[in-house]
T-cell receptor, first 114, second 113 residues
Framework: AQKVTQAQTEISVVEKEDVTLDCVYETRDTTYYLFWYKQPPSGELVFLIR??????QNEISGRYSWNFQKSTSSFNFTITASQVVDSAVYFC???????????FGSGTKLNVKP | DVKVTQSSRYLVKRTGEKVFLECVQD?????MFWYRQDPGLGLRLIYFSYDVKMKEKGDIPEGYSVSREKKERFSLILESASTNQTSMYLC????????????FGSGTQLSVL
């Protein structure tokens, strides 16, 4: 069975703080893909990043970075020097190779206060 | 820019009404999905379609049906709306290749009174 767990329901930080959003996944497939999406108050989920199971390199994009560790089945997301515009709900998702289904975590609501 | 368009941002219906939620994508994607989003539960898959006139049940299909008569359009139907179907409904589309990502519409917040 496939499962994605985002244990942090809601996080509040003050602007310029660093914050890490946790994502733990379960799958028996050897080939799979992991995603992060951002859902601002407007409602539309916006794609941030995808990783395939063979690529454990961490990635940095501006203030965003992702740490993928197969040994702990985790794909964590860090925002450095957070800004008010980062306030949103963030979803982690898993897609297995053979199916077109995506499995989403329950989401983490990030509040960045000025 | 690629686009997934949902016909209504907000919708208010009465219990027992038949409700249609429409979704159109302009990317020629083979796969389309309907999700329901509720606080604390994340996104739950209701139905998906991998081709015209083809559909498969997701995790919570009860009380819903779908229609895909054209490749670009995927409709979600609530045959007899109930208050427990009050939720945010998200449509998404996906190209057939394995590594592709979902593209989402901006959602329809449905309230059933």
């Amino acid at each position: 069975a496939q499962k994605v767990t985002q244990a942090q329901t809601e996080i509040s930080v003050v602007e310029k703080e660093d914050v890490t959003l946790d994502c733990v996944y379960e799958t028996r497939d050897t080939t799979y893909y992991l995603f992060w999406y951002k859902q601002p108050p407007s409602g539309e989920l916006v794609f941030l990043i995808r990783r395939n199971s063979f690529d454990e390199q961490n990635e940095i994009s501006g203030r965003y970075s992702w740490n993928f560790q197969k040994s702990t089945s985790s794909f964590n997301f860090t925002i450095t020097a957070s800004q008010v515009v980062d306030s949103a709900v963030y979803f982690c998702a898993l897609r297995t190779y053979n199916f077109n289904k995506f499995y989403f975590g329950s989401g983490t609501k990030l509040n960045v206060k000025p | 820019d690629v686009k997934v368009t949902q016909s209504s941002r907000y919708l208010v219906k009465r219990t027992g009404e038949k409700v249609f939620l429409e979704c159109v994508q302009d990317m020629d994607h083979e796969n389309m999905f309907w999700y329901r989003q509720d606080p604390g539960l994340g996104l739950r898959l209701i139905y998906f379609s991998y081709d015209v006139k083809m559909k498969e049940k997701g995790d919570i299909p009860e009380g819903y049906s779908v229609s895909r008569e054209k490749k670009e359009r995927f409709s979600l139907i609530l045959e007899s709306a109930s208050t427990n179907q009050t939720s945010m409904y998200l449509c998404a589309s996906l190209k057939a290749e394995k590594y592709e990502k979902l593209f989402f519409g901006s959602g329809t917040q449905l309230s059933v009174l």
